[in-house]
């Protein structure tokens, strides 16, 4: 069972007293710190170790200065098939309820959804939220809120709030069911001196009740009428008590991560690239290394006999025991360092005086076989990053030459791993929802379903098309094709959902979906068809057109069964026509012949 308002109050009281924090929280602290410098590369050369060795202190942070990973755009490229999974239509999405209930409910969750992130829909929320957080702080809570609202004219307005790791203290499960959250944000007042202060605001989420302590400067006036205090005093500090009640049937609370850590015995979550991190740190190492060189040794050294300083005669000093300020010490004539600067002399009278140039100054290149192997070294490792992830090589000519066996592994390989990632996205798709219609007031007896398919579908459109000529070629059969012809639909009309639409329902009616115009022109030509189905397939785009035009509403709106009624009278009516316009058998005539 879960706490309720007394039992929430004495033990954020007791959290704040005693500094407690859950038995994970350096842990997952420490991960999302790692998570964050390795996808966005801010800090990123803090991850790197000082080779004792050969490397002294100096020689280590001028490392790190000249250190610019590859490591967050090869995190960048491994997301974009998660985040092609997540934009993936789900096969299953159900919001119904086992009682009889109002279309309007149906319309006023539906708008909640809709409006869940701002303008954005909970489904953009998502696009944008579940797989950077699974990367970068898998262990963060994704809350749902609303802000105070007048029951008498409204409902309530759900928001997404994502507390951090860092930010969600402490927390506990009962058989993997949340029961109760606290989560610690900072916050700032200007006290009476007009000076800035800096303190805490916390908060408990049980479900039917929410508690908040905030920090404030002085001792908050205590509610007399009220069972529980006001304002508390914790360790010296004054805590402003406020109580809400959202009614919630659960802590509307669920975390990002869907793989289980298994230092922790499950207990909080890893990151989605938290298995090749060995081969990022081997990454980020050679690459700083490769960097350092470059920097340091891949250009060419100058090699050029000087004449001593025309100031000092080669002795360093002057007479008063100071530095030459020609040379700056070093007793040679100043050289020029630019890469820009341009050597001049006069051009003699005399061709004999001319001094060959080739002597003055030399070039000397340095060997980049060290260069190469690390630059080949880094490029294996970052494909290594994809094999592991994904179980699939960075994309390769060597690719085009393939078998079909080969490709259809490697898409196997794909949809395995995304598959887990894909349950929990629709597994709090459902959770998220339940909260907002909670919130609305038509939480009860709700029944979700959320599901994406097991094909990701990975392929391109010229694989796509390929695949249908093989097809066609074979002799498949014709609900292959037909498949086939929907997959390149989807990926042809994937940012027009209006026209795919239309796609899909003149497809529902086309009755020789999936056979080539040829064998539809035998059947006919044979008498193998009926007259209905051979008018409705020569004329589907005419009869949608002139539906399109009598129907007062859009008729791809419509029920499917309106649709299908008015699609076969509309081919009745064609073969009526078409009976009526034949012209009658001609009279033949025999006459005597001539005599």
Avoid at 234 to 240: D, F
Avoid at 298 to 314: I, K, W
Avoid at 339 to 356: G, N, Q
Avoid at 390 to 409: D, Q
Wanted: glycine share 4%; hydrophobic share 35%; net charge negative.
């Amino acid at each position: 069972l879960q706490m309720n308002k007394l039992e929430g109050f004495q033990e954020l009281r007791r959290i704040i007293a005693g500094g407690v924090r859950h038995k994970d929280y350096k842990r997952v602290c420490e991960l999302a710190d790692k998570y964050y410098k390795m996808v966005t590369g801010d800090g990123i050369s803090d991850l790197l170790e000082r080779i004792v060795t050969r490397e002294s202190e100096d020689e280590f942070e001028q490392r790190k200065r000249l250190t610019n990973s590859i490591i967050p755009p090869t995190l960048a490229s491994t997301k974009l098939p998660f985040q092609k999974a997540v934009r993936k239509k789900p096969k299953v999405r159900v919001i119904d309820w086992d009682i009889e209930k109002p279309e309007e409910n149906l319309k006023l969750v539906e708008d909640r959804i809709s409006t869940y992130w701002g303008d954005g829909s909970l489904e953009k929320f998502l696009e944008y939220a579940y797989v950077d957080y699974n990367y970068i702080d898998p262990n963060a809570f994704l809350i749902t809120e609303f802000d105070a609202f007048d029951p008498k004219v409204e409902k309530a307005k759900p928001y997404p709030f994502i507390a951090t790791s860092e930010q969600a203290i402490m927390f506990e499960f009962k058989n993997n069911i949340l029961q109760y959250l606290v989560v610690r944000l900072p916050i700032s007042w200007i006290d009476k001196e007009g000076k800035p202060k800096e303190g805490f605001k916390y908060t408990i989420y049980l479900g039917e009740d929410t508690i908040q302590f905030t920090e404030v400067e002085d001792k908050p006036t205590i509610d007399i009428t009220s069972d529980l205090p006001g304002g508390v005093e914790i360790a010296g500090k004054y805590y402003l008590v406020e109580f809400f009640k959202p009614k919630g049937k659960k802590v509307p609370a669920r975390r990002f991560g869907y793989k289980p850590d298994g230092e922790t015995q499950g207990r909080t979550f890893i990151s989605a690239f938290h298995d090749v991190i060995p081969y990022l740190s081997k990454t980020l190492k050679i690459d700083s290394e490769l960097d350092l060189s470059t920097a340091m040794t891949a250009f060419p050294q100058r090699f050029r006999y000087v004449n001593p300083c025309p100031e000092c005669h080669g002795a360093r000093t002057l007479l008063d025991g100071k530095a030459c300020g020609t040379c700056g010490g070093t007793g040679k004539e100043p050289i020029h360092s630019s890469t820009m600067d341009v050597v001049t002399l006069d051009l003699p009278r005399d061709p004999v005086e001319m001094i060959d140039l080739e002597k003055l100054l030399v070039y000397k290149s340095p060997p980049i076989e060290l260069l190469e192997f690390q630059e080949q070294y880094v490029q294996n490792l970052r494909a290594s990053v994809f094999l592991m992830m994904f179980n699939k090589e960075l994309m390769t000519r060597n690719e085009l030459s393939s078998t079909a066996t080969e490709v259809r592994i490697t898409e196997d390989n794909i949809n395995d791993t995304l598959r887990p990632f894909a349950q929990s996205l629709s597994t709090t798709w459902e959770f998220v929802v339940e909260d907002i219609a909670t919130f609305v007031d038509m939480g009860d007896g709700i029944i979700l379903q959320h599901q994406y398919p097991e094909d990701f579908k990975f392929k391109s459109q010229t694989e796509l098309m390929l695949e249908l000529k093989q097809a066609k070629d074979a002799g498949a059969s014709t609900s292959t094709i037909a498949k086939i012809e929907d997959d390149i639909n989807e990926l042809l009309y994937a940012d027009r959902p209006e026209e795919l639409k239309v796609i899909r329902i003149k497809n529902d009616y086309n009755p020789f979906r999936g056979y080539s115009e040829e064998n539809v022109r035998l059947l006919i030509s044979q008498g193998l068809t009926t007259k209905y189905n051979a008018v409705l397939w020569a004329n589907l785009e005419s009869i949608f057109n002139e539906l399109e035009i009598e129907e007062k509403q859009w008729i791809y709106d419509m029920a499917k069964e309106y649709i299908s009624e008015r699609v076969k009278a509309k081919t009745e009516e064609y073969i009526a026509k078409m009976d009526g316009a034949k012209p009658k058998e001609p009279v033949v005539q025999f006459n005597e012949p001539e005599e």
